[in-house]
């Protein structure tokens, strides 16, 4: 499985666009960028995921440069709802039909007023 | 159900006692996955079943823990002689074959006094 390296934490204030950087220098051919929003005292859930170029719905843009080795994650115009702890995942989701969902300690953020 | 279902939602329970933690996932997810996240940290990957079976058990931290699944449907963790560093929060989450998305229950807060 890729590991994958991303920032402990970030800061921003609301109304800012926030891009958190995720590092998958390993990662294979098969393998898709899943990013995963988790708020205090509740799962994470599924934001965005994509496999090359960019992506983008209501919630957030996931680019992705030609090499696959990195991917950032752009979240538009934050408000204080968006402080939650940020998870990239990287991974075959064909594998088996099932792969491991292995998560970092993720990016912390935290939307100041 | 509408959503992955955990019980109980808090447990407190006395340091060398057995626990049962379950998870109902949505229905017709082939795919479920515990996780084990210790206050402020990361999720930590436990084991995760394909139909009833587990291919991966490499996440449990002891021999104390096991978990099955049956009907492909509930699964059931038990943490046998419990220690207080199994106090965490235990999240469940389901998937559908061939599915991106991973849906996770609202986990079970364990405290072992």
């Known amino acids: 499985l890729a590991k994958t390296t991303q920032p402990i934490s970030m800061d921003s204030y609301e109304g800012q666009e926030v891009n958190i950087t995720c590092s998958h220098n390993n990662i294979a051919t098969n393998d898709y960028i899943t990013w995963y929003q988790q708020f205090p005292s509740q799962g994470p859930r599924f934001i965005i995921q994509?496999?090359?170029t960019k992506v983008t719905n209501e919630v957030a843009s996931l680019f992705i440069p030609a090499d696959r080795k990195s991917s950032t994650l752009s979240l538009p115009r934050v408000s204080l709802s968006d402080t939650a702890v940020y998870y990239c995942?990287?991974?075959?989701?064909?594998?088996?039909?099932?792969?491991?969902?292995?998560f970092g300690a993720g990016t912390r953020l935290a939307v100041h007023p | 159900g509408a959503g992955v279902s955990q019980s109980p939602s808090n447990k407190v329970t006395e340091k060398g006692k057995d626990v049962e933690l379950r998870c109902d996932p949505i229905s017709g997810h082939t795919a479920l996955y515990w996780y084990r996240q210790r206050l402020g940290q990361g999720l930590e990957f436990l084991i995760y079943?394909?139909?009833?079976?587990?291919?991966?058990k490499s996440g449990l931290p002891s021999d104390r823990f096991s978990a099955e699944r049956t009907g492909e449907s509930v699964s059931t963790l038990t943490i046998q002689r419990t220690q207080q560093e199994d106090s965490a929060v235990y999240l469940c989450a389901s998937r559908g074959q061939g599915y991106t998305e991973a849906f996770f229950g609202q986990g079970t807060r364990l405290t072992v006094v």
């Open positions: 995942l990287v991974g075959d989701k064909f594998s088996g039909g099932y792969n491991k969902l292995i």
């Open positions: 079943f394909q139909g009833n079976s587990a291919p991966d």
């Open positions: 994509g496999y090359k």
